[in-house]
């Protein structure tokens, strides 16, 4: 918050209704629930929902000792890592090629942003179509190479199918990072590199990667928090969670819990630790755009 | 361009031409499958070029929709989308734009109890505390209505937290001289702060209606009458149909149909949207 403001503006009423929208909603539908969901996290409810009792951290200890809650922890962990790799791996390479091409870079660019206005559900069902085992083109092309692919019975095809679509959705996103961040990297210093005699190879890994970290490293927070969060929708849409749970991350398990399952103990305990682990990441990421505002 | 390498350059249009083959081959498999009468669709491989029933298939659906998924009109579902996702966009614009003006350009108590306030909310997905939020709607007897299911999404940070930045760097000889000349203070944000922001507004209203038109977990707990369905969470329902009643041809093409608004968005303002998410998440 800038501190010399002097010319502010001194108004008794005003500045409470300009904020009181803004403020009512958030703590209505935020503040609130998120309380509740505090609140039932230590509380326990008998069979009949009609009274409740407090239980202190039972729930958490429960759910922290539950196998199907530690399966859906490592899954969510393999998920956002293998999405975030994926994705920024490939985005960077199209990103780098981008960069040296002056002719139709505006045409690739416009090809490639599409993905980030697509929804995670329906592109989630735009790779279950493609993989669908028996008219799905690409399950079609395994076939004939020799794989029988069945996201509807492999847990592991599940997840590639799930890591594909996300990813997918993702590149539009990294790719305008990463070429936003290539283009900031002085000229001057791939030219010297350049007359030194450096291979265009050598100059990526020792010039062009390393002062690009800062975005790759920005990226890396948004594209996990991407895979923790906002890809509900894809799960829900295609594997919904299976077969057997292979492919049930931590906001599909919350959800599955506390609305088909009606156990709101544990899905509030659940809410809760994905509220400090977005909290953990929201930390970091302000932390990183503090420090770069420093330098 | 450092050197002339012609390979290189080859080799660099080359990767980019399979980028954009990889990005675009989703969108165009589902566009031509949704061309086709169902019997084209029935086994493999499924014809890579499109066939002759597009403006049957497409008036289908947006007419009566799929009769095995409910048989919700895709007019209607994306009326109901518009209506999310326009309300959803301007309602945040408009509460943070009024919310950054009060916190840069005020000084009251509690000014920053109130910053951290709407801060937090940053921290508050509606996809980890799902259950209590539906529960407060439910109590508040909103389920099922426009406001129900645009009212809760508007609060937002991280417009809030954009437009707080950008008028932090307006020149404060700008508000002194509207003080001098005897402007109230909303006659400075309507006929000097609104103006300035144009370009902010133009960036974020690309990311909003974005968000607003894919919302996905939201509408699908809040609306359980057809009435209010929207396209983007109707898809799970034909999919889950199609297990037993294949309707590709129906299925890809209302995912055509949803995915055209936003696309078209984005595309159309592309300029604006590119300089306005780099800048501002950075």
């Known amino acids: 918050m800038q501190s010399g403001q002097t010319v502010a503006y001194k108004n008794k009423i005003l500045p409470y209704l300009l904020l009181a929208p803004q403020l009512i909603i958030t703590l209505i539908f935020f503040i609130w629930p998120a309380a509740e969901a505090l609140f039932q996290s230590v509380m326990v409810e008998n069979t009949f929902g009609t009274a409740s009792k407090f239980v202190w951290f039972e729930n958490f200890s429960y759910i922290l000792e539950d196998s199907h809650y530690i399966n859906s922890i490592q899954i969510t962990a393999i998920f956002a890592a293998a999405t975030t790799l994926t994705s920024m791996s490939f985005s960077l390479l199209l990103a780098v090629m981008a960069d040296r091409v002056i002719k139709g870079s505006t045409f690739y660019k416009t090809f490639l942003i599409w993905p980030y206005a697509v929804a995670p559900a329906i592109a989630g069902i735009l790779w279950y179509f493609m993989f669908n085992p028996s008219i799905g083109i690409l399950a079609y092309f395994l076939q004939n190479l020799g794989y029988e692919w069945n996201h509807q019975l492999n847990g592991s095809d599940a997840m590639v199918l799930i890591v594909l679509a996300a990813a997918w959705k993702q590149i539009s996103y990294n790719f305008l990072f990463f070429l936003a961040g290539l283009q900031s990297i002085p000229r001057s210093l791939i030219e010297a590199a350049a007359l030194d005699g450096a291979s265009p190879f050598k100059r990526f890994w020792d010039i062009v990667f390393p002062l690009l970290s800062p975005t790759t490293f920005f990226l890396m927070v948004v594209n996990v928090v991407y895979a923790f969060f906002d890809t509900f929708g894809i799960v829900h849409a295609t594997t919904a969670g299976g077969p057997a749970s292979a492919t049930s991350i931590m906001v599909y398990k919350v959800f599955n819990d506390g609305f088909v399952g009606l156990d709101y103990g544990s899905s509030a305990a659940q809410s809760v630790i994905l509220l400090l682990i977005v909290g953990f990441f929201t930390i970091i990421q302000f932390r990183y755009v503090e420090r770069k505002v420093e330098y | ?282």
């Not at chain 2, 000084?107 to 920053?112: N, Q, T, W």
């Not at chain 2, 996809?127 to 939020?133: D, G, H, K, L, S």
């Not at chain 2, 508007?154 to 001289?177: N, W, Y």
């Not at chain 2, 034909?238 to 608004?261: C, F, G, K, R, Y």
Request: contains cysteine; charged residues 10%; glycine residues 4%.
């Open chain 2, 1 to 282: 361009m450092v050197e002339n390498r012609p390979w290189l350059n080859s080799l660099s249009h080359f990767v980019l031409f399979i980028g954009v083959i990889v990005v675009a081959l989703p969108i165009w498999i589902a566009f031509v499958a949704s061309t086709h009468p169902p019997e084209a669709l029935l086994s493999s491989p499924i014809p890579m070029w499109p066939g002759p029933d597009l403006w049957k298939n497409y008036s289908e659906i947006l007419s009566s929709g799929i009769s095995s998924a409910g048989g919700v009109s895709v007019a209607l579902m994306m009326k109901n989308s518009f209506i999310m996702a326009l309300f959803i966009t301007f309602g945040k614009i408009a509460i943070s734009l009024l919310a950054a003006f009060a916190i840069v350009f005020f000084d009251f108590p509690f000014r920053m109890m109130c910053f951290w306030i709407i801060f937090m909310t940053l921290m508050l997905p509606v996809e980890v505390r799902i259950v209590p939020t539906y529960a407060v709607v439910a109590r508040l007897d909103l389920l099922n209505s426009y406001v129900g299911l645009t009212l809760p999404l508007i609060a937002s940070a991280t417009a809030t937290f954009l437009f707080r930045q950008f008028f932090m760097t307006i020149p404060k000889e700008l508000i002194e001289a509207s003080k001098i000349d005897g402007a109230s203070p909303m006659k400075f944000f309507f006929d000097i702060l609104l103006p300035l922001s144009r370009t902010n507004i133009a960036a974020l209203f690309v990311i909003l209606f974005i968000y607003g038109w894919n919302q996905y977990l939201w509408p699908l707990l809040i609306t359980s009458e057809d009435s209010y369905a929207t396209i983007v969470m109707s898809i799970q329902r034909m999919v889950m149909s199609a297990e037993a009643d294949p309707q590709w041809h129906l299925i890809m093409a209302t995912s055509i149909l949803a995915m055209l608004p936003p696309v078209i968005v984005v595309v159309a303002m592309q300029k604006v949207f590119v300089k306005g998410l780099v800048e501002t998440e950075k």
